[in-house]
């Protein structure tokens, strides 16, 4: 099963804040996040390895709540450079494939 | 870091062909993977491609149409069989070390008529 995100879509100005879930109702040892620009491939954003964790990346941070199962990436004062699609990934075997949610489309204007 | 070459970047295909995808990691990687990704939805895993073994196939795709290969530890093919125009879409393969980041080709842009 795929991890669940919210919201499907969020326009932004420069510099304003938005907040993207992931959740999932299998167990959730890890959450990857990758964020992927159109015609482009996904890039990675960060790992999240324990429950509590915080992680950050430029203005871009991430926590994990191994306990709910859900993790939430915030993107702080954005910038133009930050449109693109935001996918969350959760492992789904031993062999450390993911399976990735639907994504989040995020559109940041001038 | 590891970057990923893959191969062709585009093709148009008439249907009952087969294309071959390759892809190249400039480093050493325990992990392969080959997902399909239609436009504007996410990516779906295709298969893990083992090294020195057949590829484990998910759900709802079969070796018969996506047969893959990984004869080393930085190069895998994904086979697209017997094409059909639903057969149409985005393939990419993906590297990484067991628990790190993975890294990802530029993708193939299949089209099918």
């Known amino acids: 099963q795929q991890p669940v995100q919210s919201p499907q879509a969020v326009i932004l100005r420069e510099g304003e804040d938005a907040v993207i879930n992931c959740s999932s109702s299998?167990?959730?040892?890890?959450v990857h996040w990758y964020r992927q620009k159109h015609g482009e491939a996904p890039v990675f954003l960060m790992i999240l390895l324990k429950g509590g964790e915080q992680k950050g990346h430029e203005k871009i941070s991430a926590s994990f709540n191994e306990k709910k199962q859900q993790s939430s990436l915030y993107l702080t004062a954005s910038q133009l450079s930050y449109s693109g699609t935001y996918f969350c990934?959760?492992?789904?075997?031993?062999?450390?494939?993911?399976?990735f949610g639907k994504g989040t489309k995020l559109s940041v204007k001038p | 870091s590891a970057v990923i070459s893959q191969k062709p970047s585009r093709d148009i295909c008439q249907r009952g062909t087969s294309l071959t995808i390759q892809c190249q990691v400039d480093?050493?990687?325990?992990?392969m993977f080959w997902y399909r990704q239609q436009p504007g939805q996410s990516l779906t895993l295709i298969a893990t491609?083992?090294?020195?073994?057949?590829?484990?196939?998910e759900s709802g795709f079969v070796i018969d149409k996506f047969p893959i290969s990984r004869p080393n530890l930085t190069f895998s093919t994904l086979t697209v069989s017997n094409m059909s125009p639903e057969d149409s879409s985005i393939y990419l393969c993906?590297?990484?070390?067991?628990?790190?980041?993975?890294?990802f080709g530029q993708g193939t842009r299949l089209t099918v008529v």
């Open positions: 491609a083992n090294q020195g073994s057949e590829a484990t196939y």
């Open positions: 990934g959760r492992i789904g075997g031993s062999q450390g494939n993911l399976i």
């Open positions: 480093s050493q990687v325990t992990m």
């Open positions: 299998k167990a959730l040892y890890s």
């Open positions: 993906s590297g990484g070390l067991v628990g790190t980041e993975a890294f």
